[in-house]
T-cell receptor, first 115, second 115 residues
């Protein structure tokens, strides 16, 4: 059973460009979570999605960041007009049911570098 | 505010010995879950152990066990018979039952197992 897949593993963007990060949850998982890890820090929650719904986006910056989890295909975290402060590792996690009854399993992360 | 504190930024242990990593947390909620995640140099986040706050019995997974002290809001991780492959960053995290699947992480403890 394949784990959570994230691509790309490494992404380099220049300031002002857009970054698209993809996450394919584990088979049978319908809940996706995005976290950001700044250098030398722990992971910080960004957003929690179910298929076609955003459940909790309390950790998302108000501007430039958006996330979706369509009925078909991977979840996408989109960062518009990237700035150097967006450089971080972005992790996706998924769970089979809801967070109460199942653990979140993490992908390998996407390391975003903004030049 | 809900916080997780790991007071040991770095620790080292000799192979085959036992080491304990500390974690304290702060919440006014009564129903929550606690986790230890491991992040090796590959940066993949791997679940080590999970504890439900309503359970008095401490969770155990092979060489990994926890000491959960609910009144003190303490959740330490003990690694017995340390192996070189245990070298990693270890993150303590908790999740409140009714707050949308948001994992709150500590800053991490970098553990080095020496031969």
């Amino acid at each position: 059973n394949a784990g959570v897949m994230q691509n790309p593993r490494h992404l380099v963007r220049r300031r002002g460009q857009e970054a698209r990060l993809r996450c394919s949850p584990m088979k049978g998982h319908s809940h996706v979570y995005w976290y950001r890890q700044l250098p030398e820090e722990g992971l910080k929650f960004m957003v929690y999605l179910q298929k076609e719904n955003i459940i909790d986006e309390s950790g998302m910056p108000k501007e430039r960041f958006s996330a979706e989890f369509p009925k078909e295909g991977p979840s996408i975290l989109r960062i518009q007009q990237v700035v150097r402060g967006d450089s971080a590792a972005y992790f996706c996690a998924s769970s089979r049911v809801d967070y109460v009854t199942d653990t979140q399993y993490f992908g390998p992360g996407t390391r975003l570098t903004v030049l | 505010a809900q916080t997780v504190t790991q007071s040991q930024p770095e620790m080292s242990v000799q192979e085959a010995e036992t080491v304990t990593l500390s974690c304290t947390y702060d919440t006014s909620e009564n129903n929550y879950y606690l986790f230890w995640y491991k992040q090796p140099p590959s940066r993949q986040m791997i679940l080590v152990i999970r504890q439900e706050a309503y359970k008095q019995q401490n969770a155990t997974e092979n060489r990994f066990s926890v000491n959960f002290q609910k009144a003190a809001k303490s959740f330490s991780l003990k690694i017995s018979d340390s192996q070189l492959g245990d070298t990693a960053m270890y993150f303590c995290a908790f999740m409140v039952y009714n707050q949308g699947g948001k994992l709150i992480f500590g800053q991490g403890t970098e553990l080095s197992v020496k031969p």
